[in-house]
């Protein structure tokens, strides 16, 4: 069964604003992670938290982690259009797979 | 170098052929997956490999079939092609199963006609 939900689906910004994306998962985690995926291409790793992290940075991202409302966020500050791509979140289950969310659609207007 | 490379890219075929995709990593990781990404974009997994090991089968048809000749490589067979197969097929490996960043491929895209 499917673990991560992301929301918004879609998000409509332009370059110079931050984004927030939020992710919503069922049972208890060890780690979440978020990747990107730009159009017709694989998905590449951003960011892990642990499940003992509440906030983690990387340059311009924010990950914050509330495991008592099972839900993380990711912050992209001052946005660029080459931001435009579909996040996803990841968490693991039971240490054997990652589970993926659908994705939030990300368009960054110039 | 790629770390996790696949092919073929594209991969158009008729209904009932068999087919395979080829899935190499050089990341000396120990685990290996294949996903599925249908045309809403949702990810589903459908087998995880640990040291050449089946460790997850997510209730996928029997006509797909992994093999794991060794623990860089993670090939995926598709007997008796049905159009609901059509979809991007995605190679990972992580450090750990689940607990360390994944690494993907760029992806298969397989129609079926």
């Known amino acids: 069964s499917q673990q991560g939900e992301e929301d918004p689906q879609a998000l409509s910004i332009q370059e110079g604003e931050n984004a927030t994306m939020n992710c919503s998962y069922k049972?208890?985690?060890?780690?979440l992670q978020w990747y990107r995926q730009n159009s017709g291409r694989g998905l590449v790793h951003l960011i892990l938290?642990?499940?003992?992290?509440r906030e983690k940075h990387s340059g311009r991202l924010r990950v914050t982690l509330d495991t008592s409302k099972k839900s993380s966020s990711l912050l992209i500050t001052a946005s660029r259009a080459a931001d435009t791509a579909s996040y996803f979140c990841?968490?693991?289950?039971?240490?054997?797979?990652?589970?993926f969310g659908k994705g939030t659609k990300l368009t960054v207007n110039p | 170098d790629t770390a996790v490379s696949q092919t073929p890219k594209y991969l158009v075929t008729q209904m009932g052929n068999d087919k395979s995709i080829k899935c190499e990593q050089n990341?000396?990781?120990?685990?290996m997956y294949w996903y599925k990404q249908d045309s809403k974009k949702f990810l589903k997994i459908m087998f995880s490999?640990?040291?050449?090991?089946?460790?997850i089968n997510e209730t996928v048809p029997n006509r797909f079939s992994p093999k794991s000749p060794d623990k860089a490589h993670l090939n995926l067979h598709i007997n008796s092609l049905e159009l609901g197969d059509s979809a991007v097929y995605f190679c990972?490996?992580?450090?750990?199963?689940?607990?360390?960043?994944?690494?993907f491929g760029q992806g298969t895209r397989l129609t079926v006609v």
């Open positions: 990972a490996s992580s450090a750990g199963a689940g607990e360390a960043e994944a690494f």
């Open positions: 049972t208890s985690i060890n780690n």
């Open positions: 938290i642990r499940s003992n992290e």
């Open positions: 990841a968490t693991d289950a039971r240490n054997e797979k990652l589970v």
């Open positions: 990341l000396g990781h120990d685990t």
């Open positions: 490999y640990n040291n050449k090991e089946l460790i």
